[in-house]
Each structure stands twice: as structure tokens, then as C-alpha cells.
């Protein structure tokens, strides 16, 4: 097989195989800086590339190690030479790729299908067994701007206990103090007698994040976790999963009807009336901005 470099339409390289010819792979070096592009004509199954020409780009690895690690965005475009047509079949990414010492490639293992490749009355074969592939490589700039979340899943220390004395009579709106976890402030917040006031017949419940006001317009913090109305016995804990992301437009999450006032009067409330709660948090994110 023979590869025509479409930036140098004159020029001809014979593409090295890199496997067996059950499935072949070829290489080609693209310029001098160590750019190399990668064909699979089979497809790279390992890629969900399995009927298609499946192509890719990789820069060599070891222009890319440094301290701190390195790393080139770069547009990619592949091209096909369709002879019939006289024009490339030409295809590409929406987005800069991130190339880097972890990853040195990035492709499309979709270019063509496969069966329309291998036909010669299509165009893209011709002259008996020649054909022509060729890839542009633009380096971008980086992002100026970006931002990094990470889910903390191991809380040090990831249960907040709020006990409420004399629950029954309590009218109106409750608020615990405030805590700290992961590296955001929650608190949490309770209507005995049901948010909406209908018919005192539901405990409503929130969890939301104490800082919500200072939270930038396109800020968000994920929480899992599960909070539960405990048993004075330990026997039978009502418990319900929070998972959410807190934005600064969304004050909290929670239920407007948690658990009826009759259940809870008759199985969660110790001799003195107290209210134990608990919330125990499962992930919280974190996120890294850029300082441009």
C-alpha cells in the first residue's frame, strides 16, 4: 500500500506495517518534530473502530516529558483521496485534543467505512493498489480559562449529628449551624409542620450549601450522601439518598414531604420529645479554577 503525503501532493513513502497483515497497522512519520500518523485499515477494534479505516495522530512522547509535564493542544483533520471525485474525503474533531506524555494519541476510529474504502469503483483505491491518506496537525493555544473537579470520596470525618429538643413544639422553620465538609460549609434546615403549611401532616427537610450566596454565577458543588431521622432505639433508621449538584441559583435539595408527623411522633421522638438527625455524606466535589 502506498501512502501520498497531501501536503506534498509529489511525493510518495511506502507506510510501514507495525503488525501481522491479519489486521494490519501502519505508521507513517508526518514531519521532523516526531508527529507520526497511524492507520488501521481494518478498523481498531479496541476502539469501537471495527468496518471502518480507523486513523490516528501520535506525537512522540518524549518531546512531551518535562517538569512539570507538558502538554500541546492541536486540531486534527484527516484526509482520504478520492480520485473519481478529484477532492478529499475529509473529516475532523469538533475540539483541540490534548496531547501529552500520558496520552501521545488522538484519532477518529470512524473515518470510513470500510466496505465503501475497499471498493475500487468508489475512488479510493485505484491504480491496482494504491492509495492516499493525509492529516493536518494545527497546534492551538491552551485554554486560557478552565476549571478542574475532583470528587473527595474519603471524608475524613463524613457524619454531621443535629439533635433538635423539644421537636413538638416547634412551629416554624428550624436551621442547624453550620459545618464543614470537604472544603465547602453546609447546613441544614427543617419545617416540623411541612414547608407548604397544608396540613401539618409531613416533616419537610433540606441540606443546602451554607456559602450559596457567595458562589459564582457558573459555580457548582456535587453532594451524595443519605440523611436519616434515627431510631432512639437503633432499630429502624428512615433514612433517604441527597445527590445534587448546589449552584448559586439552587439554595438547597431536599423533600417537601420527608416523613409524615404521625410516624415520626410515633417512632422517632425519645422520651424528652428530642429529634435526633443525621446526614452522612458520601462524595463531595471540589473544583480547581485557572488564575487567568
Known amino acids: 500500500m502506498l501512502l501520498r503525503s497531501k501536503t506534498s501532493p509529489n511525493s510518495r513513502k511506502q507506510l510501514s506495517p507495525l503488525t501481522a497483515n491479519i489486521n494490519p497497522v501502519f505508521s507513517l512519520l508526518v514531519d521532523t518534530t516526531g508527529k507520526r500518523m497511524i492507520i488501521y485499515p481494518n478498523g481498531n477494534n479496541k476502539d469501537n473502530g471495527s468496518g471502518f479505516i480507523s486513523m490516528y495522530v501520535e506525537i512522540d512522547g518524549k518531546s512531551l516529558m518535562s517538569t512539570p509535564p507538558s502538554e500541546v493542544f492541536a486540531d486534527v483533520r484527516f484526509f482520504v483521496f478520492n480520485k473519481n471525485e478529484k477532492k478529499y474525503f475529509t473529516i475532523q474533531d469538533v475540539e483541540s485534543k490534548p496531547f501529552n506524555s500520558l496520552r501521545p494519541v488522538w484519532g477518529l476510529p470512524q473515518v470510513l467505512q470500510f466496505i465503501t474504502f475497499n471498493d475500487p469503483k468508489n475512488g479510493y483505491i485505484f491504480g491496482g493498489d494504491q492509495c492516499e491518506f493525509g492529516v493536518d496537525v494545527i497546534v492551538a493555544p491552551p485554554p486560557t480559562k478552565w476549571e478542574s ?3 473527595d470520596a474519603k471524608l475524613i470525618n463524613p457524619k454531621f449529628s443535629w439533635t433538635i429538643k423539644n421537636f413538638s413544639e416547634l412551629e416554624y422553620v428550624y436551621t ?5 465538609m470537604g472544603e465547602s460549609n453546609w447546613a441544614m434546615m427543617l419545617y416540623p409542620q411541612g414547608q407548604t403549611k397544608r396540613d401539618g401532616k409531613w416533616l ?3 441540606m443546602f450549601s451554607a ?3 457567595s458562589l ?6 456535587f ?3 443519605h ?3 434515627l431510631d ?3 432499630l429502624n433508621n428512615f433514612s433517604s439518598e441527597l445527590m445534587d449538584w448546589h449552584v448559586k441559583s439552587n439554595t438547597g435539595w431536599g423533600w417537601d414531604q420527608f416523613v409524615s408527623t404521625a410516624e415520626l411522633r410515633k417512632t422517632y421522638l425519645d422520651e424528652d420529645g428530642t429529634l435526633n438527625v443525621e446526614i452522612e455524606f458520601e462524595v463531595v466535589s471540589t473544583t480547581e479554577y485557572s488564575l487567568l
Not at 176 to 180: D, K, W
Request: overall charge negative; aromatic content about 10%; cysteine-free.
Open 223 to 225: 453532594a451524595q450522601g
Open 149 to 151: 473537579i475532583s470528587f
Open 216 to 221: 459564582a454565577e457558573d459555580e457548582k458543588i
Open 204 to 206: 419537610s427537610i433540606y
Open 232 to 234: 432512639p432505639v437503633g
Open 227 to 229: 440523611i436519616r431521622i
Open 176 to 180: 442547624s449551624n453550620s459545618f464543614a
Open 211 to 213: 456559602e450559596s450566596e
